[in-house]
Every structure is written in structure tokens, then in C-alpha cells.
């Protein structure tokens, strides 16, 4: 059987979805909480810039693959307004019903769909953009769910992922200390879960850099491929077309 990296550890293919999981099964009811103390707030900027980088209409369709709580689809969905779409997608049934009753709770009714990025239940060439923040990186098969984004996009759509990246060389030792000293402590504190967050820090070294990742995009099918460091490097936004 084929292997791949589970954070630094080799794992079974067919093993590693169950393991990630059981990582946001685990961390979802302080997922968000989280997502605040450890980037000290600054997630929502760099959403805030996914968003934009989306360049939506009133009207448009999209995808919000690994949805979680549903941070992206609110953004999202103020953009394309009430003859829009947005769909709310996660293959993690814990995070997307913490999703989906947030947004209830805040009058917010979307399509939501528990599924698998490497299979989407969509039709081809529905969606005049899709989107994944912080998912693509706990995907197995990586070039099969950029090839997935590529399929359900519309001619002049657009595939919008905003992800960790390679950081800054000079900011790395400050960076790996936080990473692997206060994350995990932050995790046992407030998540309850030290393990879930040394993956998560574990994760981040093991996701292709930007170039790597511009050019898995362009294989996968999208042109003009372009990405923007946020942060310096601790994100990216790497946004492609489809013509």
C-alpha cells in the first residue's frame, strides 16, 4: 500500500483522511477560539484578502471547499449577494454543523454538503469560483482535488487557495519556536488537544511552498497562475483561471 506524511509521520493512504479527522472531530467546539489566540486575529485579515482575491459579483456561484465553521462562506456570501450561491463543503461532519449553526444563528441560510474534496458531487463547470482556506493541506491526494476545483469551474471562473506557506528565511527560527513551543500549549489549554495542534505545526512544513504550489495549479489545468505572501509567508493566496 502507498504511503503518505500524516504531519512528520508516514502513514497508510487510505488512513490519513480518518486521522485528520479525528484531529477537527477533536478541536471543533474551540476551533475558532483557537484560530484568534494563535494568529493573535490576524486569520481574519488574511480571509478578508481571500475574499477579495475571489473578485465576486452579485449573482456568481461558489464553492467553499473545506468550509469548517464558516468563516470564508459568510465573507463570501456578502459579496455575491442575495441572488448568489454559496455552498458550505467539508468532509468533517463535526466542523461543518459548527458551521452551519453558526451561520443559522446569524440569519444565514447556505447549502451545505459533507463531502470529499477528491470527489466532488457537482456537476462540471458550475461554479464561477471556488475556494479552500486551510484545507488543502490536510488533503491526501492534493493534485486530485486542485484537478476537482479545475472540473466544477466555469470558463473564466477562478480557484481561489489561501494556505500556510514558506515563510520568510530570516522570521524561521522565531516561527518554528512558536510552532512547536506555545502551539501545542495553547492547543492543551484552550482546544484540550497538545497532539492536534503539533500537527497542525507539523502539517505546515510538509505543504508545498508557493512556487511548488503555483505549479501544481497550472498542472492541474489553471492559468495565469499568480500568488500574493501575506504575513511574510506565513500565508499565501495563490488565485488561478480557467479560460
Known amino acids: 500500500m502507498s504511503k503518505t506524511h500524516f504531519g512528520y509521520n508516514q502513514v497508510e493512504e487510505t488512513d490519513k483522511a480518518g486521522l485528520v479527522a479525528g484531529v477537527f472531530r477533536a478541536v471543533a467546539p474551540r476551533y475558532d477560539v483557537m484560530n484568534d489566540l494563535m494568529s493573535a486575529g490576524l486569520h481574519r485579515y488574511w480571509k478578508q484578502f481571500a475574499a477579495n482575491a475571489c473578485l465576486l459579483r452579485p449573482g456568481q456561484a461558489v464553492l467553499d471547499v473545506a468550509g469548517g465553521t464558516g468563516d470564508m462562506t459568510r465573507l463570501i456570501s456578502r459579496k455575491v449577494g442575495p441572488s448568489g450561491s454559496v455552498w458550505l463543503t467539508d468532509i468533517n461532519g463535526s466542523m461543518l454543523a459548527t458551521g452551519r449553526d453558526r451561520l443559522l444563528d446569524e440569519g444565514m441560510v447556505v447549502p451545505v454538503v459533507q463531502c470529499d474534496a ?6 462540471g463547470m458550475t461554479f464561477d469560483c471556488v475556494c479552500v482556506a486551510f484545507g488543502l493541506r490536510n488533503m491526501t491526494h492534493k493534485e486530485t482535488a486542485l484537478s476537482e476545483f479545475r472540473r466544477v469551474l466555469r470558463p473564466g471562473g477562478r480557484l481561489v487557495v489561501l494556505e500556510f506557506s514558506k515563510i520568510l528565511k530570516p522570521l524561521a527560527p522565531l516561527y ?18 497538545r497532539e492536534a495542534y503539533r500537527y497542525l505545526a507539523e502539517s505546515i512544513r510538509m505543504h508545498p ?3 511548488e504550489l503555483g505549479t501544481m495549479m497550472e498542472a ?5 497562475v499568480e500568488y500574493f ?15
Open 118 to 123: 477528491e470527489r466532488l458531487p457537482f456537476p
Open 176 to 193: 518554528d519556536a512558536y510552532s512547536f513551543s506555545v502551539l501545542p500549549v495553547l492547543g492543551n489549554l484552550i482546544a484540550g488537544n
Open 209 to 211: 511552498g508557493q512556487q
Open 220 to 224: 492541474a489545468g489553471l492559468e495565469r
Open 229 to 243: 505572501n501575506l504575513s511574510g509567508g506565513v500565508v499565501s493566496v495563490h488565485r488561478g483561471w480557467v479560460n
